[in-house]
């Protein structure tokens, strides 16, 4: 193709309206999703996706050497809950964690009108949670876990083991194959 060729062609997509639909839905999500993250405490060497959604980016601390995968959500709490990453730790494409719940016992109307449970969450160093696992407020994974795929993590977890399932229980020590 040549440069000429090229240039019509780039000029032509810019007059179509869904290119314009894609650079307003990519600059919302940047200013949403993406801009919380200049707040947070991120460590040495650690590698973050561009489609990682943060929430309240000044409670999350993510540690040396980290990765966290396309489309993960470390969503924080408004107020206290924090979102605490280990050194090492590695998050498959799709994981959300969350330091914070709609009290909805506090009343029954649109539960965003109700207040916040918020609790900090701690993710060791050297842990593995695979794709599409969630985590709730409050919770500790402990160094070196590994959380399978789907895993719904609403309890503490030990150090050191494989965890799998809803809500995720502890399967076996890792190297005990
Ligand atoms: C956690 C994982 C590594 C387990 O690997 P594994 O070598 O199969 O582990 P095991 O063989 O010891 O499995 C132990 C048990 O857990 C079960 N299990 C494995 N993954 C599971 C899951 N996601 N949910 C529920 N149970 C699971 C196995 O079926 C097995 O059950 P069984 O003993 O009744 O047969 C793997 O299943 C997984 O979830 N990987 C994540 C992949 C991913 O997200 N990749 C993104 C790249 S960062």
């Keep these: 193709m040549s440069t000429l060729t090229k240039v019509a062609s780039a000029a032509s997509r810019l007059v179509r309206p869904g290119t314009w639909k894609r650079i307003a839905r990519v600059g919302n999500f940047l200013a949403y999703d993406g801009a919380p993250l200049a707040l947070a405490t991120v460590g040495a060497g650690a590698r973050l996706s561009p489609t990682v959604s943060v929430r309240h980016g000044e409670r999350v601390s993510i540690g040396a ?10 969503w924080a709490g408004g107020d206290t809950g924090a979102i605490v990453i280990g050194d090492h730790a590695l998050l498959a494409p799709d994981v959300f964690v969350t330091a914070a719940n709609y009290d909805f016992d506090a009343g029954d109307g649109p539960v965003m009108d109700l207040p916040m449970r918020e609790a900090t969450v701690t993710i060791g160093a050297n842990t593995w949670l695979g794709t599409r696992v969630v985590v709730l ?7 070196g876990t590994v959380v399978a795929a789907g895993a719904v993590v609403t309890r503490d977890l030990p150090p050191g083991v494989l965890a799998a399932g809803v809500p995720a229980r502890v399967l076996r020590k890792r ?3």
């Design 175 to 177: 190297g005990e194959r």
């Design 65 to 74: 050497g980290a990765q966290i995968g396309q489309g993960c959500s470390l």
């Design 137 to 143: 407020p409050g919770v500790t994974i402990g160094d």
